[in-house]
């Protein structure tokens, strides 16, 4: 299986602190199914910025070290990118920036209590360039959250989003785990990453997210999300369903 967000790199940010955390990290992932992991470290973070060639070399090391003790766990590129009115024209220069393993979906970190109200118009002008907009954990923004017509309407127009695993799992709570589900019912969100950190509070969650998802909506849904997230690494076109809105009376529940 393929874990498309994860703070697998060493030293970047607030994931893997040392090469021993980033391979005990792989062992886990290894040990829940995962076979291919993006690492996405946070950049244009209010902390931690990792520029694109600080990340290929970190991904490039890793991945000869896993290959030297026998991890079968291939690492790909990516980052995790904090919002900024700017990303466009930065992601023009290709210098900075990195896609999802070199595809054209790039993976966006909105603030976790608001939709900055240029987020509409700066992903029209990213799909408009041919990159497509990934909302990473949307089911953890507080507006979304709130108003899940919000996410309605950026996937409406073009977006795609990606729920964490352990908010499907029940980790975040049980407000966060019926918003996530209702978001892969709904055809609101389109990939599940696990957007682990470490092995301590912030783990992969793996199985028991896709295990929740084959019992309450059904392997169909899982093989369609699975389906979704081959076709991101492979760069292939993504033919997502048309997105519903939850109704209100079933998200106040």
């Known amino acids: 299986m393929i874990d498309i967000h994860s703070h697998i790199t060493f030293g970047l940010d607030d ?3 040392t090469v021993e955390e980033s391979i005990n990290m792989a062992k886990q992932a ?10 996405t470290p946070h950049h244009r973070h209010p902390s931690y910025d990792n520029p694109k060639e600080i990340v290929e070399k970190n991904v490039f090391t890793l991945n000869e070290i896993f290959a030297a003790k026998q991890i079968p766990l291939s690492v790909l590129t990516g980052q995790e990118i904090r919002l900024f009115g700017d990303l466009e024209s930065v992601l023009d220069l290709d210098e900075e920036l990195l896609t999802l393993n070199h595809s054209k979906m790039i993976l966006i970190e909105l603030p976790p209590s608001n939709i900055p109200l240029y987020t509409e118009k700066l992903f029209y002008n990213l799909l408009v360039k041919g990159f497509i907009p990934v909302i990473a954990h949307p089911e953890r923004n507080s507006e979304i959250a709130r108003n899940p017509e919000k996410l309605y309407e950026l996937i409406k127009n073009g977006a795609y989003s990606q729920v964490t695993a ?42 028991d997210a896709w ?3 084959d019992k309450k909506l059904g392997i169909d849904f899982s093989t369609n999300l699975q389906k979704q997230t081959l076709e991101l690494v492979n760069n292939v076109n993504i033919n997502k369903l048309q997105p519903e809105q939850i109704p209100r009376k079933k998200f106040f529940i």
């Open 211 to 213: 295990n929740i998802v």
């Open 166 to 207: 352990t908010s499907v799992a029940g980790g975040f709570g049980r407000k966060v785990q019926r918003l996530s589900i209702q978001m892969i019912e709904y055809q609101l969100t389109h990939f599940i990453g696990s957007d682990a950190h470490n092995l301590t509070n912030r783990v992969f969650k793996w199985r």
């Open 15 to 17: 994931g893997a602190r």
């Open 30 to 39: 290894v040990a829940e199914g995962i076979t291919t992991i993006i690492a």
